[in-house]
């Protein structure tokens, strides 16, 4: 063949022998079964001498027993094929139905069946097989450098290896031992102080075959540690004259403070495994993990964080006895008053921290906690409590006694987020529809406590808007008087007793409220007629109690039983009040006499007793003084007792009152005759 036609046969080959495509397909099981080879030559163990087959004779050696299950005869028979003793036991043979086609898929695809995405994460995270770990013996001469030694070495050994890097069984095992001679007590208080600190030095030792962050390394190390010390020593009990216990506990305490992570989840179980009396010597400590708990939160962007740690660290504190809780709580007070100018740490956030810890101590009451919210509000680069922190709080101080509390906290928060103005009127308002009238007034209390009058009387009129009911005019009335608190009192105690009382004017608490406003300095008494509608029309007839266009039943008997009630409940109210003078007391019940005729119209409806009664203490005050009296007065009020009670009355009446006269006249001439005698000539 020519050079040139060789050359054409060759580009035509290549010309058919070229791929369509740069890629091609491959079915998943063969790379499956690719990767899986690969992991078994890539983690071949190593092997010693042994008669034992390897890998690969074995497998052969199963081939061939497979292969000779095939055949029908004896593998290994030295008779012919056609012979009839070499022939298979065909009489346990059974017939079987042949299997139907979703059975034969799923037999080809099993669930267990090894796939690529599995293959690869049982090779990259098969556990390594467990090594019996060194049994740690120590005895009485065994000193704290072989201790500190022996766990550094664990903790080495732990961490240059991936397998082991995670998981720490080596200076897991070592905690273990720790806790168990430290029950034992194998080792003394300093002892146990040298080797914690002994560690805590070697830790802060770099090491360049440590790939992981050394903090990160180090924190995790002392909290196992920590938690291994803390159950070993609280298996040893409480000696009243070992001392060296307490430096043990002292020393985990101060090692507790200097964690990067967990640390409140340790100290907590350090709080509840120290003896009660030992804690009376170990305020330092506690006063340094207080510290590291208000950095912490003083730092944390969450404000869900700042509840949660409180929430904790108030459980911690529960333990501590009055005096070494209040050298704690003033140590915490002044801690945070250091950082009001500092530009590391959120002075707000650690003021709101503080406050949320002490609210949920018992031993913190009220007066305690208000002193602590105005000292920590005092200076003038100092921005006040927002007034969802106050909501938040409040809720924390009550929260033993309030019902429904997440309807409560979500008010607060979905109105805090959007206005900080409306929170408080956001939870008045969810106190008032879950019925929770004296935490309503809990609230204003709690607000008058820390200096925020204008809140109150906020409060209170944002509720007159929300509630409509009878009793609204006087709770404007106490609000005009500059008593907020008094308006919300009227409130509750009219949705209080819907349920037992047919109206707010047969409560006790009526009489109690009424008499309250006429003794107050900034209230004009007539407001008072006005506010509650007992006002006389003029000469156009008015038609609010019509009930039709032919002027028929001006009102009910259940209307006119209120009025008469509440017109009772006034007078009585208008008369025992001391800044009323009598003229005026005489005026404003007499109006309440021409109301009560005026709902009646034609005379009939009776007047209350009451009415009766308030009329003649005030007229008879001059009597009760040893005046004569005022003789028109009396006269007048003759004649209403007359006109409603009848003659009888009203003579039995004018009878006594002409006998008070007489004596007031005789006594009065006595005593003139005593002045002359002793008057000198």
Same mark, same amino acid.
């Given at each position: ?10 580009r ?15 079915p ?24 034992t ?59 267990n ?28 001469q ?27 069984p ?12 430290l ?68 020393n ?10 967990n ?35 003083g ?15 108030a459980?911690?504190l ?40 002490l609210?949920?101590l ?37 929260r ?79 609000? *005009?008087? +500059?008593? #907020?608190?008094?308006?919300?009192? /009227? ?6 007793? %819907?349920?037992?009382? &047919? !109206?707010?004017w ?19 008494h ?25 002027g ?71 009597? *009760?003084? +040893?005046k #004569?009296?005022?003789?028109?007065? /009396?006269r ?5 007792? %007359?006109?409603?009670? &009848? !003659? ?27 002045m ?6």
């Amino acid at each position: 063949m020519s050079p040139s036609l060789a050359s054409q046969c060759r580009r035509a080959a290549h010309r058919h022998l070229r791929p369509q495509s740069d890629s091609i397909w491959i079915p998943e099981a063969l790379v499956t079964a690719a990767f899986e080879r690969f992991c078994v030559t890539s983690r071949a163990a190593v092997r010693y001498g042994s008669s034992t087959p390897g890998p690969l004779e074995s497998r052969r050696r199963m081939g061939k027993r497979h292969m000779g299950q095939l055949n029908f005869g004896h593998s290994h028979s030295a008779a012919p094929l056609w012979d009839i003793g070499d022939l298979a036991d065909l009489t346990k043979w059974r017939w079987k139905p042949p299997s139907s086609s979703d059975s034969r898929q799923h037999q080809s695809h099993p669930a267990n069946e090894s796939n690529l995405p599995t293959a690869v994460y049982n090779w990259l995270f098969r556990p390594a097989r467990e090594q019996p770990l060194p049994e740690i013996v120590w005895d009485i001469q065994s000193t704290p450098s072989e201790v500190i030694g022996t766990a550094l070495d664990c903790l080495y050994r732990d961490l240059s290896s991936d397998s082991t890097a995670a998981t720490r069984p080596n200076f897991g095992h070592f905690c273990d031992s720790w806790s168990g001679y430290l029950a034992d007590g194998l080792f003394s208080g300093e002892a146990i102080c040298s080797v914690l600190d002994g560690i805590q030095r070697g830790l802060s030792i770099p090491r360049p075959e440590i790939e992981e962050p050394l903090n990160r390394t180090t924190t995790r190390a002392r909290l196992s540690l920590l938690s291994a010390t803390i159950i070993g020593l609280s298996h040893r009990g409480f000696h009243e004259h070992n001392y060296t216990d307490r430096l043990a506990w002292a020393n985990v305490l101060h090692g507790i403070s200097a964690l990067q992570m967990n640390s409140l989840r340790v100290f907590a179980q350090a709080m509840d495994h120290i003896p009660g009396p030992y804690l009376s010597d170990l305020s330092a400590g506690l006063v340094a993990n207080l510290y590291a708990y208000l950095t912490a939160l003083g730092r944390t962007a969450k404000r869900s964080s700042l509840t949660r740690q409180a929430s904790k660290m108030a459980e911690s504190l529960k333990k501590l006895d009055f005096v070494n809780l209040l050298f704690v709580l003033e140590s915490g007070t002044q801690y945070v008053l250091k950082h009001k100018i500092s530009r590391d740490l959120d002075y707000a956030r650690m003021r709101l921290s503080w406050l949320q810890l002490l609210v949920r101590l018992p031993a913190v009451d009220g007066h305690y906690l208000k002193k602590i919210c105005c000292i920590l509000e005092a200076g003038i680069e100092v921005e006040p409590l927002s007034n969802r922190d106050i909501c938040e709080i409040y809720l924390a101080r009550c929260r033993a006694s309030t019902a429904d509390l997440p309807i409560l906290y979500s008010a607060v928060q979905d109105t805090g987020a959007t206005d900080d103005s409306k929170c408080y009127g956001s939870l008045c308002i969810a106190l008032w529809k879950t019925s929770q009238f004296d935490h309503i007034k809990d609230l204003c209390r709690f607000l008058d406590d820390l200096g925020r009058e204008q809140d109150v009387i906020r409060l209170a009129k944002g509720l007159r808007n929300f509630v409509k009911n009878e009793v609204r005019p006087l709770a404007s009335l106490a609000i *005009a008087a +500059g008593e #907020p608190e008094w308006a919300i009192d /009227i409130f509750c105690h009219y949705e209080r007793g %819907r349920g037992s009382h &047919g !109206s707010f004017w047969r409560t006790a608490f009526s009489a109690k409220a009424l008499k309250f406003l006429t003794k107050s300095q900034f209230l004009k008494h007539d407001r008072l007629l006005h506010a509650l509608r007992m006002r006389l029309p003029g000469r156009r007839r008015s038609r609010r109690w019509r009930r039709g266009r032919g002027g028929g039943e001006l009102i009910t008997a259940s209307e006119l039983s209120r009025e008469q009630l509440k017109t009772a409940r006034v007078a009585m109210a208008l008369a025992s009040s001391g800044r009323i003078s009598n003229r005026t007391a005489l005026r404003l019940i007499s109006q309440c006499v021409q109301w009560i005729a005026y709902l009646g119209r034609r005379g009939d409806a009776a007047l209350p007793d009451a009415v009766l009664r308030s009329l003649l203490f005030v007229i008879t005050r001059d009597l *009760a003084e +040893g005046k #004569p009296g005022r003789t028109a007065r /009396i006269r007048w009020f003759l004649y209403v007792l %007359r006109t409603r009670a &009848g !003659s009888d009355k009203m003579v039995q009446v004018g009878l006594a009152l002409k006998q008070w006269r007489k004596i007031n006249r005789g006594l009065a001439l006595e005593q003139w005759r005593e002045m002359n005698r002793a008057a000198p000539l």
